[in-house]
């Protein structure tokens, strides 16, 4: 697709026109990775966080929130939970947490592949080399870290950076790549300052990019963070400021199947979390193939606030698949079978 054609797609505003588009996103995916949708076991394990992200919940100048880390038994518990409701793969996710030892996160990883048939995903944010490396070998298949935007502007002003860490994530998902893992990234849509331009840029990077699995989700203000509180002096001009809404995030999620028709493409929490009634069905008709049903104990999800949840904060495990499951139904769509890995995932010679 040709970048004119892409920021028009991003510009266009006519619902007619843009159901053509989501037809073809749609009909692009069936094509490439077909009607299987697949589950992947959300476990939230740690909402400490060292980072001060201008955009998330979780950093650390956060005080009002309680900080919560889990055990590994309870961890266990969740795994087996996924297993036992189908999902192929348990994604651990946690904010930036030095408390989780390179060693201990070796260990969980090896015990979960020794006593499960699942795929693991880590989303632990941006480790050192050795780290990514160690985890590999204890048998992680995946890691995700979003870059966010391509915009390096944007993303210096949000990010203040680490004392000890370069802080590339672009670098880090190469690194990631040569390590052998499937790779996963993407990015945040209507950051407040996100120009059409910049958006534009963001989907050709994902196109060029070695990743295997693109998450796109629309920003969404969290009262007691710097960027919420002064979105109106980061705004973009006038035109040129991409919306966080539900239609520009379905754009990006249909334009990101047509650019990489092979990715796994998540319907992301953050989208349903805009549109409760619809759910993950948005994400999942113009494009995406995959839904990460929240299997975290709620007391803990609760508190794993990187936005404002209002929906399904009580809602058990078993509750979410039910009705993750219901959804996929409702579109005429299966639940994927196996690990559902990505058809992008080439793995590099060792
Ligand atoms: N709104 C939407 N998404 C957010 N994330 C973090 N904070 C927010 C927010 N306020 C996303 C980031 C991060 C992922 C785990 O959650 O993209 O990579």
New binding site residues.
Partial sequence: MKREELLGWLREKDPKRLEHLFREADFVRRQHVGDGVHLRGLIEISNHCVRKCA??GLRICNEGLVRYRMTESEIMGCVYTAWRLGCGTVVLQSGEDPAFTARWIAALVERIKSETPLAVTLSLGERTHADLALWRRAGADRYFL?F?TSDRNLYRRIHPPHPDVPGDRIAILRDLKALGYETGSGI?IGIPGQTFDSLADDIELIRDLPIDMVGA??????PDTPLARSAPCFLAADGEQVPNTETMACKVIALIRLTCPDANIPSTT?LATLNPDAGYMSGLSVGANIVMPNLTPPAYRALYA??PRKTSMHVWAEQAVATVREQIGALGRVVGTGRGDSPRYRPQAA
């Fill in positions: 955009y998330c979003r966010e945040m989700g629309p920003y969404l203000p969290h953050a990187i936005y």
